[in-house]
């Protein structure tokens, strides 16, 4: 059974950063094809970044430019940096782990942005 942990939600002013981490306690993390979400009040559950095991990215059109998605193998940990945060941006951000045809869901992590 796959863990995922995400940290690094919080409060934040316009116009300012984030950077959220999501540990996984997998063994096949390095083959595995993580992804961000999130789920704004009354929204529906939106893809944000993608990436493969072996570093290709994607992004919504939303987030382009804005956002950067990476990951540590030796740390089985995929990282969302976010850049020029707008208030649409707020949400509950969720991590999404793909291996072997399972899918692993972690508990998510708040991020608010407010002046």
């Known amino acids: 059974q796959v863990q995922l942990v995400e940290s690094g939600g919080g409060l934040v002013q316009p116009g300012g950063s984030l950077r959220l981490s999501c540990a996984a306690s997998?063994?096949?993390?390095?083959?595995?094809?993580m992804r961000w979400y999130r789920q704004a009040p009354g929204k529906q559950r939106e893809s944000v970044a993608t990436?493969?095991?072996?570093?290709?990215?994607n992004y919504a059109d939303s987030v382009k430019g804005r956002f950067t998605i990476s990951r540590d193998n030796a740390k089985r940990t995929v990282y969302l940096q976010m850049n020029s945060l707008k208030p649409e941006d707020t949400a509950v951000y969720y991590c999404?782990?793909?291996?072997?045809?399972?899918?692993?869901w972690g508990q998510g992590t708040q991020v608010t942005v407010s002046s």
């Open positions: 997998g063994s096949l993390f390095s083959i595995a094809f």
């Open positions: 990436i493969t095991g072996d570093g290709n990215t």
């Open positions: 999404n782990e793909l291996v072997v045809g399972r899918t692993y």
